[in-house]
């Protein structure tokens, strides 16, 4: 089975009968809950774009590894095309599900780990590399989606992983057996775990040689035995227990995030991928979070694409669409997110060769690119809100809509354009309102500014590699200064 | 007649793709499409921009190979079709 269906997908959830607590309880079968089948729905997407004849060229690609057909979710870069794929393929899905899709931070934790098992082998003898790619042919093989976790709860954020007043701050190993380890800790924020088959877990941040414990990355399935995930609360949440298509603004697509506990969790040996190697955590780390940079400048971008145009339907709707001011909004929405796709297909564009094989962004864009994701959705989607105008939030709901009495005064009072329903103009003001401050306002604003790390981490890295020394040389050389 | 479609990846497309295939097989009901497999009297590449980025080198037509970015050109399929059969009798 080299791609499954979007329907073999969502059975193969259900399967895993994961550990699934929110608002206090366990969920019995989280693939029928309403609050978590939008997220669910959004990773069926991938799957079912991967068999349409008119997506499947972004959609898949052939395996380096096996040669066969598979998703591009799993696949490793053999070229600077792959990259810049890997961005056009992340519009399309932000397009088609107007929400976080979840499949990339596997996907970019695929290829961070696959060059640096290489690297650490090569200095240290390990087999990492060969424990990895036996993983990833599985991974390709079954059309996997994998959850890559990174964010550790990291605690006092002065102290580094071994000087916590709790050890467990940080993922760890707490016992090293002779067939494998056992590992405890937490990761937060992880959108796609209850709904990927494994979870890849690596270090959050470069370390020394105290935290040799902390230098762990490896994979176990979702269902393994004391791991559990606990769902994180989105504002307007409970509006999808609610029944109203229309008051969700996104009734079929979503995300949600979890902690995810690892209560002394077993990992076998051939699922270890470092284990105190630490000089090797900051370099997995950079390259991690340097793809997933990369990717925040196609998902982010399909989502906003999606806003722009619910943004001119709003005008149109309420007869606006001809106002200069309308249309100059518009365009600067446009070339806002349009500024988040060139840097992601720059950096892509700009990608190089690892000693591994596979191919790497250019650092310094990737991290421009996410630093502009950190600041152009809020605008973008600030300009939504004021083309939207207030009724985005005080338009009644889908209930009194429908009421035989109160109903015909709404349809009545809070008409817009003759052409147009009440209805349909407030079908797509929730959407802006899900987007902007909805339970989508999670993906699309705050894991913008957050996710892949928060704005400063993007400006060291901009620091680093922004090559001053040779612009201040550039600037002597016109202005004719000697030393 | 058989005609073979290859589609681009459509990340950001400028017209409607596979609106303009189904235009043109229902303008040619004499001719068979089906997905491109390399086979076919006739590929046209369905591309949603000028950057034309689908790979179709492994794609060899009997024919033609006649790659399309704008729905202008889509629309001039049929009529290009035409022409090229008229020349072969």
């Known amino acids: 089975m080299a791609l499954m269906t979007g329907a073999e997908y ?18 019995d079968d989280p693939t029928e809950d309403p609050i978590l089948r939008p997220s669910l729905n959004s990773v069926r997407a991938t799957y079912d774009l991967a068999l349409m004849p008119e997506y499947e060229d972004l959609m898949t690609v052939t395996s380096s590894v096996t040669g066969k057909k598979i998703n591009r979710f799993t696949h490793i870069h053999q070229s600077t095309d792959d990259l810049i794929k890997k961005v056009k393929m992340q519009r399309l899905c932000g397009q088609k599900t107007a929400a976080c899709f979840q499949r990339c931070v596997g996907m970019d934790a695929f290829n961070a780990v696959y060059s640096t098992t290489y690297e650490i082998d090569r200095k240290y003898g390990t087999s990492y590399h060969e424990n990895f790619l036996k993983f990833l042919e599985y991974s390709q093989e079954n059309d996997l989606t994998v959850d ?18 709790d050890p467990d701050l940080y993922l760890r190993v707490v016992e090293r057996r002779p067939d494998g380890i056992v590992v405890r800790g937490a990761k937060a924020h992880q959108t796609g775990i209850c709904n990927s088959h494994e979870v890849l877990v690596m270090p959050t941040i470069a370390m020394g040689p105290d935290d040799k414990d902390y230098a762990v990355s490896f994979t176990v399935p979702t269902n393994a035995e004391n791991l559990f995930m606990v769902i994180g609360r989105q ?6 227990t609610e029944g109203s298509a229309l008051d969700v603004g996104n009734c079929e697509f979503g995300g949600v995030e979890a902690l995810v506990i690892f209560d002394n969790v077993f990992v076998p040996n051939d699922r270890i991928f470092l284990n105190g190697e630490t000089e090797f955590a900051g370099m997995l780390v950079e390259r991690f979070a340097g793809y997933h940079r990369q990717s925040y400048g196609g998902c982010k971008v399909g989502v906003g694409d999606v806003l722009i145009g619910a943004s001119a339907l709003a005008a149109e709707y309420n007869g606006a669409a001809k106002a ?29 060769k690892t000693e591994s094989g596979n191919y790497i962004i250019d650092l310094l864009l990737a991290n421009v690119c996410k630093q502009n994701v950190t600041r152009f959705p809020y605008e973008i989607a600030r300009l939504a809100q004021d083309i939207a105008g207030g009724l985005m939030v005080t338009a009644p709901s889908e209930k009194d809509l429908k009421d035989p009495k109160i ?74 200064i000697d030393k | 007649m058989i ?27 004499y001719a068979e499409f089906r997905p491109a497999a390399g086979k076919e009297d006739y590929i046209i590449i369905v591309c949603g921009c000028p950057a034309e980025c689908v790979d179709h080198s492994t794609l060899t037509a009997g024919r033609e190979k006649i790659i399309v970015h704008d729905k202008e050109k889509a629309a001039e399929i049929k009529e290009q079709i035409e022409i090229r059969e008229r020349k072969k009798r």
Not at chain 1, 16 to 23: D, G, S, V
Not at chain 1, 235 to 240: E, L, V
Not at chain 2, 14 to 24: C, F, H, K, N, W
């Open chain 1, 10 to 27: 969502i059975e193969s959830i259900r399967n895993l009968n994961l550990q699934i607590y929110m608002f206090g309880r366990k969920i």
């Open chain 1, 148 to 165: 890559g976790a990174m964010t550790d709860p990291k605690g006092d954020r002065n102290l580094a992983p071994s000087r916590q007043a």
């Open chain 1, 235 to 240: 504002s307007c949440d409970t509006r999808k």
């Open chain 1, 324 to 352: 200069s001011h309308i249309k100059d909004k518009l365009i600067e929405m446009t070339h806002l997110n349009e500024t988040l796709y060139s840097s992601g297909i720059a950096c892509s564009a700009e990608g190089s």
């Open chain 1, 407 to 480: 109903g015909p005064y709404i349809e009545k009072y809070l008409a817009g354009t003759a052409e147009v329903s009440t209805e349909t103009r407030l079908k797509v003001l929730r959407l802006i309102e899900n987007i902007t401050l909805g339970t989508a306002a999670v993906g699309y604003l705050t894991e913008s500014m957050h996710g892949a790390g928060s704005p400063q981490a993007q400006r060291i890295m901009i620091s680093r590699q922004g090559n001053l020394e040779q612009k201040k040389n550039l600037a002597k050389a016109i202005a004719k």
């Open chain 2, 3 to 29: 005609i073979g479609i290859k589609y681009c990846g459509g990340c950001n497309p400028r017209y409607d793709r596979t609106g303009a295939v189904r235009s043109l097989a229902s303008a040619m009901p």
